[in-house]
T-cell receptor, first 112, second 113 residues
Framework: GQNIDQPTEMTATEGAIVQINCTYQ??????LFWYQQHAGEAPTFLSY????GLEEKGRFSSFLSRSKGYSYLLLKELQMKDSASYLC?????????????FGTGTQLKVEL | GAGVSQSPSNKVTEKGKDVELRCDPI?????LYWYRQSLGQGLEFLIY????????KSGLPSDRFSAERTGGSVSTLTIQRTQQEDSAVYLC???????????FGQGTRLTVV
């Protein structure tokens, strides 16, 4: 089976930096995605890591360590609109292709 | 279409009735997923279609749930004899290939009364 863990909630201040961690235990690991989901809306893609290291995209960066089963999403210069749920999702290689499995998500609240 | 389309957007049904939820993926996308999300919870995997391969049905919670994908495009999720615990938002997503980013529809909010 697979296990994907994230903190349930985090709070941060506008303008600050926040790091959201994700740990996973799974066989057939084939990559890790981060998605953002605002309340009442569909998830939207943020980042994808398949090799170890840091991927940077504007204010958002994502890091992966395959040997440690660990990833984080780093959000810089936080804005109020960044208040949302952040979902870590692992791509698992199966006989029929790649299956995308989500963690329970981290609810981020950005305060003034 | 420009994105993943799901219908209906909202469905209220009586306990014991059958419901069908529809997903129109982005044209040309070979992978299609169904997820279920209860209020304040994460995405629960239900079923995954990849091209012409047999679907991965490992997430379907009971034999009341079934799904098909016709012609490698439109998919229908059917829930028979609905129960109150089936109430949730049902999300469909598609991706160009199985290892590329998934695009989500707006979901169908199912309420069983």
């Amino acid at each position: 089976g697979q296990n994907i863990d994230q903190p349930t909630e985090m709070t941060a201040t506008e303008g600050a930096i926040v790091q959201i961690n994700c740990t996973y235990q799974t066989s057939g690991f084939n990559g890790l995605f981060w998605y953002q989901q605002h309340a009442g809306e569909a998830p939207t893609f943020l980042s994808y890591n398949v090799l170890d290291g840091l991927e940077e995209k504007g204010r958002f960066s994502s890091f992966l360590s395959r040997s440690k089963g660990y990833s984080y999403l780093l959000l810089k210069e936080l804005q109020m609109k960044d208040s949302a749920s952040y979902l870590c999702a692992v791509l698992i290689l199966t006989g029929g292709g790649n299956k995308l499995t989500f963690g329970t998500g981290t609810q981020l609240k950005v305060e003034l | 279409g420009a994105g993943v389309s799901q219908s209906p957007s909202n469905k209220v049904t009586e306990k014991g009735k059958d419901v069908e939820l529809r997903c129109d993926p982005i044209s040309g996308h070979t992978a299609l997923y169904w997820y279920r999300q209860s209020l304040g919870q994460g995405l629960e995997f239900l079923i995954y279609f990849q091209g012409n391969s047999a679907p991965d049905k490992s997430g379907l919670p009971s034999d009341r749930f079934s799904a098909e994908r016709t012609g490698g495009s439109v998919s229908t999720l059917t829930i028979q004899r609905t129960q109150q615990e089936d109430s949730a938002v049902y999300l469909c997503a598609s991706s160009l290939v199985s290892y590329s980013e998934a695009f989500f529809g707006q979901g169908t909010r199912l309420t069983v009364v």
